[in-house]
């Protein structure tokens, strides 16, 4: 498996055009399937996530295409409803399919998703809307056996805004004789892009980013183009490495809106944030952050769970106290223990980290366990004294797009080694 080296203590400086949005593309791919037609996808990020949804849709007999940050996916030979073990277990997302290929073929066979681990991450709510919206649902020994002779559309309220759970009901419920109502939908950018996607395949969505989404449903849906939405979660990590070692850095292709609650800890750290046109934003950063007291997760437009690594990452060197506080996932701190090899002073109870900032940190033999984690990690190697080696970098590639390459350009010290065989 890969390892990052890198040797701290350098300032960033440079542009970076930011990737497209892992969350966004994933439920598009799936959406995508939809169509009996071509859909092509501009602005997706190379990343292994996308190999995997792209193995899936070739899987069920479409043909998928990569080169240049473009995918075409042609669905029109799609012909299996049964996604094996072997694929679903390799992400998240893959439940994404589970709509999508209801909504084609009226049945569907999966088996749980894999994904990152951050405590359990069951699949109930997905499979009571779906079960409202009168799919059949029955699970014997691990494989879910999903069918039903149409969608009948309602009104769907979600016990909580399940990002997940939202897409699902948008792709089972998008082809249909009526029009679904999803209350107490989830708010997410993500979730506008696959609306945008699908009513660009002819579909009618209304009301993605309101907690009430409207799905009017339609007869079929056809081929398109799409640029994918840039990723938010990148966006932050950048500005956070930034902010955490110092200099000026500008990102394109940025949506400043989408990251607000990011940027509202990094100016109250003493970060300088100035946006430029639609999409660019410029931070400076003297390397010396102050410690907001209080950063909590929440769903969108609160801080994103997704951020919370390298937020951390930035309080463990900021001068004072803070306390981080997961409010989403039950176990998302795994990699503070690496953290805190590198000097790190920081106490886990219960939901919240427990910060003491340090002045430096310095440089460790240290083990990503999951994508976001592994992020924070590279964040703090870049502003250690010396040598980090960042093993599993496997768990990185699956949300950023060669981060080494991005971190290097901005004139950090970072390369990656590959083993043998
Ligand atoms: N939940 C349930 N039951 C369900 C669904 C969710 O209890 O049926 C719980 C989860 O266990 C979790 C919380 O609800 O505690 C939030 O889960 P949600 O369904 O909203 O998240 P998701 O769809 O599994 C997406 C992103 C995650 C991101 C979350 C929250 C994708 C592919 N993944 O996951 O991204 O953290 O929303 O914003 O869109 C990442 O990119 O690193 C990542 C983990």
């Keep these: 498996m890969d390892r990052l080296i890198i040797n701290g203590k350098r300032c960033l400086k440079g542009e970076v055009k930011v990737q497209g949005a892992k969350n966004a593309v994933l439920p598009i791919l799936a959406a995508s399937i939809l169509s009996k037609g071509k859909c092509t996808l501009m602005n997706s990020p190379a990343l292994s996530d996308v190999s995997v949804a ?25 012909d299996k409803y049964i996604i094996p073990a072997t694929l679903m277990e390799k992400m998240r997302s893959s439940v994404m399919f589970l709509g999508a290929v209801i909504s084609r073929f009226r049945k569907a066979v999966i ?15 997905h499979i009571k809307a779906l079960r409202q919206l009168g799919v059949e649902i029955q699970e014997e020994q691990g494989i879910i056996l ?31 004789k009526g029009t679904t109502v999803l209350v107490n939908a989830a708010r997410e950018p993500e979730i506008v892009d696959l609306q945008n996607f699908v009513n660009a395949m002819g579909g009618k969505i209304s009301g993605a980013g309101t907690n009430e989404i409207v799905i009017e449903g339609v007869k079929e849906l056809k081929g398109c183009t799409y640029c994918v939405m840039p990723d938010r979660i990148a ?33 109250y750290s003493g970060c300088d944030i100035k946006t ?9 950063s003297q390397g010396k ?12 437009p609160g801080f994103p769970t997704d951020a919370q690594p390298v937020i951390t990452a930035c309080m463990c060197c900021a001068e004072g106290k803070s306390v981080v506080r997961e409010n ?9 223990s690496q953290l805190k090899k590198m000097g790190a002073d920081i106490n886990i109870v219960g939901t919240g980290a427990f910060i003491n900032g340090t002045e430096s940190l310095f440089g460790a033999d240290v083990e990503a366990m999951e994508l976001r984690g592994g992020a924070a990690l590279v964040l703090a190697g870049l502003k250690a004294e010396g040598k980090t080696t960042v093993t599993n970098v ?12 991005v971190f290097s350009g901005l004139g950090a010290d970072i390369r990656r080694e590959t083993d043998e065989g």
């Design 54 to 78: 792209s193995d899936i849709l070739e899987f069920l007999g479409c043909d998928v295409q990569f080169s240049h940050n473009t995918v075409t996916v042609d669905s029109s030979g799609a």
């Design 328 to 336: 989403i996932f039950s176990d998302r701190f795994r990699y503070c």
């Design 235 to 267: 966006t932050a990590t950048y500005l956070c490495a930034c902010a955490l070692c110092g200099g000026e850095i500008a990102l394109k292709g940025a949506a400043y809106e989408h990251i607000k609650s990011v940027t509202d800890v990094l100016i």
């Design 289 to 300: 952050l102050s410690a907001k007291p209080l950063i909590e997760t929440a769903v969108y």
């Design 146 to 176: 999903c069918f039903c002779d149409e969608i009948k559309p309602c009104k769907i309220t979600l016990d909580f805004p399940s990002v997940g759970a939202t897409e699902n009901v948008m792709l089972a419920s998008c082809i249909s």
């Design 111 to 125: 088996t749980q998703p894999g994904g990152c681990d951050l405590g359990s991450r069951p699949i109930d709510i």
């Design 276 to 284: 430029y046109g639609n999409d660019v934003i410029v931070l400076k």
């Design 394 to 405: 496997n768990y990185i590639d699956r949300g950023y797009e060669k981060i080494e390459k």
